[in-house]
Protein backbone atom coordinates (compact mmCIF):
# COMPACT_ATOMS: atom_id res chain seq x y z
CA UNK A 1 0.00 0.00 0.00
CA UNK A 2 3.03 2.32 0.63
CA UNK A 3 4.88 1.44 -1.75
CA UNK A 4 1.72 2.48 -4.33
CA UNK A 5 1.39 5.68 -2.41
CA UNK A 6 4.87 6.76 -2.86
CA UNK A 7 4.48 5.94 -6.39
CA UNK A 8 1.41 8.10 -6.69
CA UNK A 9 3.37 10.91 -5.11
CA UNK A 10 6.82 10.30 -7.71
CA UNK A 11 3.80 10.43 -10.89
CA UNK A 12 2.83 13.87 -9.60
CA UNK A 13 5.94 15.38 -9.92
CA UNK A 14 6.68 13.85 -13.69
CA UNK A 15 4.66 16.29 -15.66
CA UNK A 16 1.86 19.20 -14.98
CA UNK A 17 0.59 21.39 -11.96
CA UNK A 18 -0.48 19.94 -9.28
CA UNK A 19 -1.29 22.17 -5.61
CA UNK A 20 -0.02 20.29 -2.18
CA UNK A 21 -1.91 21.82 0.53
CA UNK A 22 -0.81 21.62 4.33
CA UNK A 23 -2.81 20.23 6.56
CA UNK A 24 -1.69 20.57 10.47
CA UNK A 25 -3.38 18.08 12.06
CA UNK A 26 -5.59 15.18 11.28
CA UNK A 27 -9.20 16.89 10.85
CA UNK A 28 -7.36 19.41 8.60
CA UNK A 29 -5.71 16.43 6.62
CA UNK A 30 -8.80 14.67 6.52
CA UNK A 31 -10.54 17.45 4.93
CA UNK A 32 -8.33 18.34 2.10
CA UNK A 33 -8.46 14.90 1.27
CA UNK A 34 -12.36 14.87 1.00
CA UNK A 35 -11.84 18.35 -1.10
CA UNK A 36 -9.51 16.77 -3.43
CA UNK A 37 -5.61 17.00 -2.95
CA UNK A 38 -3.99 14.25 -4.57
CA UNK A 39 -1.19 14.84 -1.76
CA UNK A 40 -0.71 16.63 1.27
CA UNK A 41 2.21 18.07 3.23
CA UNK A 42 2.97 19.26 6.34
CA UNK A 43 3.75 22.30 7.87
CA UNK A 44 6.60 23.04 10.52
CA UNK A 45 4.80 26.48 12.06
CA UNK A 46 0.90 24.50 11.16
CA UNK A 47 2.16 22.01 13.21
CA UNK A 48 4.01 24.14 15.54
CA UNK A 49 0.70 25.86 16.10
CA UNK A 50 -1.16 23.13 17.08
CA UNK A 51 0.50 22.45 20.07
CA UNK A 52 1.18 25.87 20.99
CA UNK A 53 4.25 26.79 20.39
CA UNK A 54 6.02 29.15 18.04
CA UNK A 55 7.67 27.38 14.46
CA UNK A 56 11.16 25.51 14.72
CA UNK A 57 9.61 24.64 18.79
CA UNK A 58 9.36 20.84 18.30
CA UNK A 59 11.02 17.43 18.67
CA UNK A 60 12.02 14.95 16.03
CA UNK A 61 10.11 12.02 18.22
CA UNK A 62 6.88 15.04 17.91
CA UNK A 63 7.07 15.32 13.85
CA UNK A 64 7.58 11.84 13.89
CA UNK A 65 4.34 10.62 15.83
CA UNK A 66 2.64 13.27 13.90
CA UNK A 67 3.91 12.31 10.80
CA UNK A 68 2.62 8.61 11.39
CA UNK A 69 -0.44 10.03 12.94
CA UNK A 70 -1.68 11.83 9.61
CA UNK A 71 -0.65 8.66 7.11
CA UNK A 72 -2.80 6.69 9.06
CA UNK A 73 -5.86 8.68 8.41
CA UNK A 74 -5.31 9.26 5.17
CA UNK A 75 -5.12 7.64 1.93
CA UNK A 76 -2.95 10.19 0.07
CA UNK A 77 0.75 10.94 0.09
CA UNK A 78 1.84 12.98 2.67
CA UNK A 79 5.46 14.93 2.26
CA UNK A 80 6.87 16.17 5.18
CA UNK A 81 8.74 19.53 6.33
CA UNK A 82 11.76 18.00 8.26
CA UNK A 83 12.71 21.62 8.71
CA UNK A 84 16.99 21.19 8.49
CA UNK A 85 16.68 17.41 9.30
CA UNK A 86 16.57 17.85 13.22
CA UNK A 87 20.19 16.70 13.56
CA UNK A 88 23.91 18.12 13.73
CA UNK A 89 25.49 16.40 11.09
CA UNK A 90 24.46 14.60 7.94
CA UNK A 91 24.37 11.38 9.53
CA UNK A 92 21.52 12.63 11.95
CA UNK A 93 19.80 13.85 8.77
CA UNK A 94 19.64 10.65 7.02
CA UNK A 95 18.79 8.61 11.09
CA UNK A 96 15.64 11.48 10.82
CA UNK A 97 14.81 10.85 6.97
CA UNK A 98 14.77 7.12 8.15
CA UNK A 99 12.29 7.45 10.85
CA UNK A 100 9.46 9.76 8.76
CA UNK A 101 9.67 6.75 6.23
CA UNK A 102 8.84 4.35 8.45
CA UNK A 103 6.08 6.30 10.18
CA UNK A 104 4.40 6.57 6.50
CA UNK A 105 6.14 9.65 4.65
CA UNK A 106 6.15 9.58 1.02
CA UNK A 107 8.72 12.87 0.75
CA UNK A 108 10.67 14.81 3.04
CA UNK A 109 12.30 18.14 2.34
CA UNK A 110 15.35 19.17 3.82
CA UNK A 111 16.31 23.28 4.51
CA UNK A 112 19.38 25.07 4.56
CA UNK A 113 18.57 27.60 7.37
CA UNK A 114 20.20 26.78 10.79
CA UNK A 115 18.00 28.14 13.15
CA UNK A 116 20.55 27.43 16.02
CA UNK A 117 23.26 30.04 14.20
CA UNK A 118 20.24 32.34 12.85
CA UNK A 119 22.40 31.71 9.21
CA UNK A 120 21.62 30.49 5.96
CA UNK A 121 24.30 27.50 5.98
CA UNK A 122 27.09 27.29 3.22
CA UNK A 123 25.99 25.53 0.93
CA UNK A 124 28.66 22.70 0.70
CA UNK A 125 27.71 21.92 4.14
CA UNK A 126 23.93 21.74 3.44
CA UNK A 127 24.15 19.76 0.29
CA UNK A 128 25.99 17.37 1.99
CA UNK A 129 23.02 17.14 4.42
CA UNK A 130 21.23 17.06 1.37
CA UNK A 131 22.97 13.91 -0.17
CA UNK A 132 22.64 12.47 3.53
CA UNK A 133 19.05 12.18 2.96
CA UNK A 134 18.96 11.55 -1.07
CA UNK A 135 20.45 8.09 0.10
CA UNK A 136 17.53 6.92 2.49
CA UNK A 137 15.21 8.49 0.06
CA UNK A 138 16.47 6.52 -2.65
CA UNK A 139 16.20 3.39 -0.41
CA UNK A 140 12.46 4.23 0.15
CA UNK A 141 11.44 5.72 -2.96
CA UNK A 142 10.84 9.30 -1.30
CA UNK A 143 10.34 12.57 -3.02
CA UNK A 144 12.86 14.20 -1.79
CA UNK A 145 12.91 18.58 -1.76
CA UNK A 146 16.00 20.88 -1.02
CA UNK A 147 15.10 24.10 -0.17
CA UNK A 148 16.83 27.34 -0.53
CA UNK A 149 15.64 29.70 2.89
CA UNK A 150 17.07 33.12 1.32
CA UNK A 151 13.91 35.15 0.70
CA UNK A 152 12.41 34.05 3.57
CA UNK A 153 15.18 35.40 5.60
CA UNK A 154 15.99 38.70 3.69
CA UNK A 155 18.58 37.71 1.10
CA UNK A 156 17.21 38.77 -2.07
CA UNK A 157 20.11 37.26 -4.45
CA UNK A 158 18.34 35.15 -6.93
CA UNK A 159 21.49 34.21 -8.36
CA UNK A 160 22.84 32.15 -5.01
CA UNK A 161 19.27 30.25 -4.67
CA UNK A 162 19.62 29.16 -8.52
CA UNK A 163 22.91 28.53 -7.43
CA UNK A 164 21.95 26.57 -4.45
CA UNK A 165 19.06 24.89 -5.22
CA UNK A 166 21.11 23.56 -8.42
CA UNK A 167 23.74 22.40 -5.67
CA UNK A 168 21.16 20.49 -3.92
CA UNK A 169 19.85 18.20 -7.01
CA UNK A 170 23.31 17.45 -7.97
CA UNK A 171 23.46 16.45 -3.91
CA UNK A 172 20.18 14.32 -5.03
CA UNK A 173 17.09 16.61 -4.55
CA UNK A 174 14.53 15.39 -7.46
CA UNK A 175 11.86 18.58 -6.68
CA UNK A 176 13.92 22.04 -5.73
CA UNK A 177 11.88 24.81 -3.71
CA UNK A 178 12.57 28.81 -2.48
CA UNK A 179 10.10 29.88 -0.24
CA UNK A 180 9.43 33.58 -0.63
CA UNK A 181 9.21 34.19 -4.20
CA UNK A 182 6.45 36.40 -5.72
CA UNK A 183 7.97 37.77 -9.01
CA UNK A 184 6.47 35.61 -11.69
CA UNK A 185 9.97 36.07 -13.76
CA UNK A 186 12.25 35.33 -10.71
CA UNK A 187 10.25 32.06 -10.28
CA UNK A 188 10.28 31.21 -14.61
CA UNK A 189 14.31 31.92 -14.37
CA UNK A 190 14.37 29.43 -11.37
CA UNK A 191 12.62 26.52 -13.46
CA UNK A 192 14.39 27.53 -16.37
CA UNK A 193 17.72 26.76 -14.67
CA UNK A 194 17.61 24.40 -11.97
CA UNK A 195 16.72 21.02 -14.22
CA UNK A 196 13.96 19.73 -12.06
CA UNK A 197 10.39 19.99 -10.75
CA UNK A 198 10.10 23.12 -8.74
CA UNK A 199 7.86 24.03 -6.22
CA UNK A 200 6.47 27.33 -4.87
CA UNK A 201 5.14 28.69 -1.76
CA UNK A 202 2.03 30.30 -2.52
CA UNK A 203 1.24 34.35 -1.25
CA UNK A 204 -1.36 36.92 -0.95
CA UNK A 205 0.97 39.01 -3.02
CA UNK A 206 2.29 36.27 -5.43
CA UNK A 207 1.05 34.92 -8.94
CA UNK A 208 -1.79 32.63 -8.51
CA UNK A 209 -1.83 28.45 -9.39
CA UNK A 210 -2.39 29.05 -12.95
CA UNK A 211 0.13 31.71 -13.58
CA UNK A 212 2.92 29.39 -11.84
CA UNK A 213 1.28 26.57 -14.13
CA UNK A 214 2.06 28.83 -17.28
CA UNK A 215 5.73 29.76 -15.84
CA UNK A 216 6.08 25.90 -16.17
CA UNK A 217 6.23 25.22 -11.90
CA UNK A 218 5.35 21.63 -10.84
CA UNK A 219 3.76 22.00 -7.62
CA UNK A 220 2.14 24.62 -5.33
CA UNK A 221 2.10 24.67 -1.58
CA UNK A 222 0.67 26.71 0.95
CA UNK A 223 2.77 26.62 4.04
CA UNK A 224 1.31 27.26 7.07
CA UNK A 225 -1.20 30.01 5.62
CA UNK A 226 -3.76 27.08 6.26
CA UNK A 227 -3.65 26.98 9.35
CA UNK A 228 -3.14 30.84 10.04
CA UNK A 229 -6.53 31.33 8.30
CA UNK A 230 -8.40 28.82 10.52
CA UNK A 231 -7.19 30.30 13.68
CA UNK A 232 -7.56 34.30 11.86
CA UNK A 233 -11.67 32.70 11.41
CA UNK A 234 -11.63 31.18 15.15
CA UNK A 235 -10.22 34.95 16.34
CA UNK A 236 -12.74 36.88 14.78
CA UNK A 237 -15.68 34.43 15.83
CA UNK A 238 -14.64 34.82 19.24
CA UNK A 239 -13.91 38.03 19.10
CA UNK A 240 -17.48 38.71 18.08
CA UNK A 241 -19.03 36.33 20.83
CA UNK A 242 -17.03 38.55 23.20
CA UNK A 243 -17.79 41.59 21.97
CA UNK A 244 -21.87 41.70 20.58
CA UNK A 245 -22.72 38.82 22.08
CA UNK A 246 -23.63 37.63 18.81
CA UNK A 247 -22.95 34.32 16.30
CA UNK A 248 -23.08 35.52 12.90
CA UNK A 249 -19.96 33.31 12.53
CA UNK A 250 -21.96 30.40 11.93
CA UNK A 251 -23.06 31.50 8.58
CA UNK A 252 -19.10 30.32 8.07
CA UNK A 253 -19.43 27.34 9.74
CA UNK A 254 -18.43 23.95 7.54
CA UNK A 255 -21.43 22.97 6.59
CA UNK A 256 -22.57 19.52 8.18
CA UNK A 257 -22.84 17.18 4.65
CA UNK A 258 -18.86 18.45 4.46
CA UNK A 259 -18.21 17.88 7.86
CA UNK A 260 -20.14 14.21 7.58
CA UNK A 261 -18.26 13.35 4.32
CA UNK A 262 -14.93 13.67 5.56
CA UNK A 263 -14.71 12.70 8.91
CA UNK A 264 -17.52 9.64 8.83
CA UNK A 265 -20.52 10.45 10.18
Request: glycine fraction near 10%.
Amino acid sequence: MIEDIRGTFRRLHASGTFVLPNPWDVPSAKLLEHLGFPALATTSSGFAASLGRADQHVTRDELVGHVALLAAAVRVPISVDAERGYAADPAGVAETVRLLAEAGASGVSIEDYDPDAGHIEPVEAAAERIAAAASVCRQHGLVLTGRAENHLYGIADLPDTIARLSAYREAGASCLYAPGLTDLGDIARVVAEVGAPVNVLAMRTGPSVPQLAGAGVRRVSTGGSLAWAAYGALADAATELRETGTSTYLDRALPRPIRDAAFGA
